[in-house]
């Protein structure tokens, strides 16, 4: 019995709860006190985040509300939410390297038409003709 009520304690949810209980009665509780105290309140704990933006728009009669969390996952994901995960990454990752050799292209074409270097002569993409007149002036 021991065992299980040292699982019950090490529990996310159970320490938060123990740590907003005065000292002297958070050992009066038993495991399976513990439990139901986890099951009747464990579904609305949310915890604390690293970003936690609440907002609320009025439009005519209508209130709207806006939630955005973010922070540390701590549940185990099923395989579903992995697959959706990595897939999210992999996309990330791509759309980072696109654009970092996009701006990357960029640059060197901007620093070779600083120095008038023609690779095609007659040729040019007016970029820099753009970056000197909104940029440089």
Same mark, same amino acid.
């Given at each position: 019995?021991?065992?299980v009520?040292?699982?019950?304690?090490?529990d996310?949810?159970?320490?938060?709860?123990?740590?907003?209980?005065?000292?002297?009665?958070?050992?009066?509780?038993?495991?399976?006190?513990?439990?139901?105290?986890?099951?009747a309140?464990?579904g609305?704990?949310w915890?604390?985040? =690293?970003?936690? +933006?609440?907002?609320?728009?009025?439009?005519?009669?209508?209130?709207y /509300?806006? &939630?955005?969390l !973010?922070?540390?996952?701590?549940?185990?994901?099923?395989?579903?939410?992995?697959?959706?995960?990595?897939?999210a990454?992999?996309?990330?990752l =791509?759309i980072? +390297?696109?654009?970092?050799?996009?701006?990357?292209?960029?640059?060197l /074409?901007? &620093?070779?038409? !600083?120095?008038?270097?023609?690779?095609?002569?007659?040729?040019?993409?007016?970029?820099?003709?753009?970056?000197?007149?909104?940029?440089?002036?």
């Amino acid at each position: 019995m021991s065992s299980v009520s040292d699982d019950v304690r090490d529990d996310f949810f159970v320490k938060n709860l123990l740590e907003k209980l005065p000292s002297d009665s958070r050992g009066s509780f038993s495991a399976d006190q513990l439990l139901a105290l986890k099951v009747a309140f464990g579904g609305r704990a949310w915890g604390v985040h =690293a970003v936690d +933006l609440r907002w609320t728009l009025k439009i005519w009669r209508w209130h709207y /509300y806006f &939630v955005v969390l !973010a922070g540390r996952n701590r549940r185990e994901l099923s395989r579903r939410e992995r697959e959706i995960a990595r897939v999210a990454m992999v996309l990330s990752l =791509a759309i980072f +390297l696109v654009f970092s050799a996009l701006l990357g292209l960029l640059m060197l /074409y901007l &620093v070779k038409s !600083a120095f008038g270097i023609n690779l095609f002569p007659g040729f040019s993409l007016g970029i820099w003709g753009w970056f000197q007149e909104s940029i440089l002036r």
